[in-house]
Nanobody, 123 residues
Framework: QVQLVESGGGLVQAGGSLRLSCVAS????????MAWFRQAPGKEREFVVG????????YSANTVKGRFTISRDNAMNTVYLQMNSLKPEDTAVYYC????????????????WGQGTQVTVSS
């Protein structure tokens, strides 16, 4: 069982930056693929970026490539999402998720989810 708690969301102007954090409970964090998803009002939840258990493999959605960076610290049971050059279309609730498999963009493949943190980008 893994419990995930996100933090770091907020209101930022277009072009600005935010760093999200997700802290996991449990002693098996290092065995999970971790990912960030987001969901905007009226839209389906979408994959943003994922990182393998070792941190050596990363896969990003095209919409955030070059702007968003995922990293993890297995000693601290934490995964991060550094978001730069934010755009109004990045506005969404951002969720941290964990899966015991290789990186996938498929939402149901992630067994554990955080409660989400709101990111709002003003124009």
């Amino acid at each position: 069982q893994v419990q995930l708690v996100e933090s770091g969301g907020g209101l930022v102007q277009a072009g600005g930056s935010l760093r999200l954090s997700c802290v996991a409970s449990g002693r098996t964090f290092s065995s999970y693929t971790m990912a960030w998803f987001r969901q905007a009002p009226g839209k389906e939840r979408e994959f943003v970026v994922g990182i393998s258990w070792s941190g050596t493999r990363i896969y990003s959605a095209n919409t955030v490539k070059g702007r968003f960076t995922i990293s993890r610290d297995n000693a601290m049971n934490t995964v991060y999402l550094q978001m730069n050059s934010l755009k109004p279309e990045d506005t969404a609730v951002y969720y941290c998720a964990a899966a015991r498999r290789e990186i996938t963009t498929v939402t149901p493949e992630y067994a554990y989810w955080g409660q989400g943190t709101q990111v709002t980008v003003s124009s």
